[in-house]
């Protein structure tokens, strides 16, 4: 092999070994400035804050200090921020971590379900999230003890509400033969009600008819000419002059309308 040929091979293996990217190892917090923590495989309690394009450590970081939180993690494209780091037992080895950052290929954006954890500078001492079987197992006994309890607080509740549920249902159930009583007599006057106003119109109305019916016959026998009904004894009351055959004088001294006095007539008697 000549050496040209050699440098060629030797070159092309550090470049090799540049290229791979790498978790840098966890530093001292300082204030102020973001510095690495660890390679986590969970974020804990921290919250998703969407996706960065060109994400990096100081990009995802820098998000988290803005709004005041400790810590920051970030996964590819994705960061998130907390109040805490990831429990201990969460911690993995650097190597663990080994994806490039969108924006900076040189930093690791956590990895194969692994996650960059980081310091944001806002506080140097961050504790750390409780560990999942901790919570868990806390939670059992709870839940045991109320069970347990249950079926005497039921015995109790029957015992005080099942005497006192029946004198109520008694004493305040309604008077049936009183409202019964009071339906009757209403239904009772409103039909006397009704029955005595029926009457009374029907009274009336026949009254009318008889007063008509009295009307006509009198102006019947006023136009026939006969005597109406009359109330004070049946005296005639027909004028003469209403009826167009009769005489026009009844007495015979009287003067005749055909002839003429405008002129003296002399006549002659035997004395």
């Known amino acids: ?103 900076f290929g040189d930093d690791a954006c956590g990895g194969l379900d692994t996650f960059t954890v980081y310091n944001t500078g806002v506080r140097v001492s961050v504790g750390e999230a409780e560990e999942a079987s901790s919570s868990s197992s806390t939670s059992s006994p709870t839940k045991t003890s109320s069970v347990s309890d249950a079926p005497a607080s039921t015995s109790d509740v029957i015992e005080t509400v099942t005497p006192s549920s029946e004198p109520e249902s008694d004493s305040g159930g309604p008077n049936v033969a ?39 016959a009198a102006v019947n026998a006023f136009i026939s000419g006969g005597k109406p009904p009359s109330s004070s004894g049946g005296l005639s009351m027909s004028d003469s002059r209403l009826d167009p055959v009769m005489n026009r004088r009844m007495s015979d001294g009287s003067i005749a309308d055909n002839q003429d006095y405008s002129r003296r007539i002399l006549r002659v008697t035997n004395a």
Request: aromatic residues 6%; hydrophobic residues 35%; contains cysteine.
């Open 1 to 103: 092999m000549s050496i040209r040929q050699f440098t060629v091979a030797a070159i092309l293996a550090l470049a090799s070994l540049s290229s791979a990217t790498k978790e840098k190892a966890p530093q001292n917090p300082v204030s102020g400035t973001d510095t690495v923590h660890g390679c986590y495989k969970s974020v804990g309690n921290m919250v998703s804050q969407g996706d960065i394009q060109f994400n990096t450590q100081g990009a995802c970081t820098e998000i988290c200090r803005n709004k005041k939180k400790v810590a920051a993690a970030s996964y590819a494209t994705t960061c998130w921020c907390g109040d805490e780091y990831p429990n201990k037992n969460d911690l993995v080895d650097d190597s663990k971590c080994d994806e490039p950052c969108p924006g």
């Open 178 to 216: 009183g409202i019964a009583a009071g339906v009757v007599v209403g239904v009772v006057c409103l039909a006397g009600i009704l029955g005595g106003a029926f009457f009374w119109m029907r009274r009336k109305r026949n009254a009318e008819i008889e007063e008509e019916h009295r009307r006509n």
